[in-house]
């Protein structure tokens, strides 16, 4: 976390962060559109953020795309920011696009210190999805083509439905996504998820990958995402559990 101090403490970073939280997934020759200072030091600046994890670059064709990663945000607001208080780090989610018939995506990213088995069966355990998932598990046999079901015993009906488009274990899983939890998610259609592990060292690397949003749609589709994988990451290395808003939502449901 000293590395996203550090990061955070340059006023110009933080303006790169802003630029992000605006309008993500932006070139450098973009950002450098927006500030006062050569194509060079834009990039020095963004290694730092890279660094800290803050930022996360993926390539589409040519181009490289740079994405706001508030998992990070995240991990420090449930380390010395009262677990009971608005999260900070769904905000920056928050964004409103004026152009409509456009797709968005997001882009999460963060290390665990874990094996990519332990990771995979996090991820598709129900007990232990549920843990760390707002209460939720999934449901599913895991196998290419089948469905999956995200239910809640306090919630009485199902509250995420989709599809096991790709399934690598314990490397990749690709999903639709289809939220039912309300008349406004609903609305919004179906999505996609990808899960990606990638073996670093004595930990792993997990990205996810949330696209085919609505340009503008419902922050509540996206918005969870920090904490779920706050809640994964503290988990697996702790054995301990995290205590949400989103945890709390049915608590006295059950």
Same mark, same amino acid.
């Given at each position: 976390?000293?590395? @996203? ?6 006023? %110009?970073? #933080? ?11 932006? %070139? ?30 993926? #390539?589409?064709?040519?181009? &490289? ?13 449930? #380390?010395?920011?009262? &677990?009971?208080? /608005? ?12 152009? $409509?018939?456009?797709?968005? /995506? ?17 991820? %598709?355990? *129900? ?7 707002? +209460?939720? +598990? ?20 199902? =509250?995420? $439905?989709?599809?096991?488009?790709? @399934?690598?274990? *314990?490397?990749? =899983? ?7 939890? +309300? ?5 919004? +259609? /179906? ?23 609505? $340009?503008?749609?419902?922050?509540? =589709? ?11 990451? %503290?988990?697996? $290395?702790?054995?301990?559990? =995290? ?5 709390? #939502? ?5």
């Amino acid at each position: 976390m000293d590395e @996203v101090f550090r990061a955070l403490a340059d006023p %110009t970073r #933080r303006s790169l962060l802003d630029e992000l939280f605006r309008e993500d997934g932006r %070139t450098l020759s973009a950002l450098e559109q927006r500030l006062p200072m050569t194509r060079f030091g834009v990039m020095k600046h963004l290694r730092v953020l890279e660094q800290a994890g803050l930022v996360v670059t993926r #390539r589409r064709g040519r181009e &490289k795309l740079h994405f706001l990663n508030p998992v990070p945000i995240r991990l420090v607001h449930d #380390r010395w920011v009262s &677990k009971y208080a /608005e999260p900070w780090a769904a905000g920056l989610s928050e964004l409103k696009h004026d152009l $409509e018939g456009r797709t968005m /995506e997001k882009v999460f990213e963060i290390y665990i210190k874990t094996t990519p088995e332990q990771l995979w069966e996090a991820i %598709t355990n *129900p007990e232990l999805r549920a843990k760390y998932n707002f +209460g939720v +598990g999934v449901t599913s046999d895991w196998t290419p083509g089948s469905r999956y079901t995200s239910v809640h015993p306090g919630a009485g009906v199902p =509250l995420a $439905e989709g599809e096991n488009v790709e @399934v690598d274990q *314990p490397r990749r =899983l690709v999903q639709t996504f289809t939220a039912l939890w +309300g008349e406004d998610v609903k609305a919004e +259609g /179906e999505s996609r998820v990808t899960w990606e592990i990638e073996p670093v060292g004595d930990s792993c690397r997990l990205t996810v990958i949330h696209d085919r949003l609505r $340009e503008g749609a419902n922050n509540e =589709l996206y918005g969870g995402w920090p904490m779920i994988l706050s809640g994964l990451k %503290t988990l697996l $290395e702790t054995g301990e559990l =995290l205590t949400t808003p989103g945890s709390l #939502r049915y608590a006295n449901a059950d």
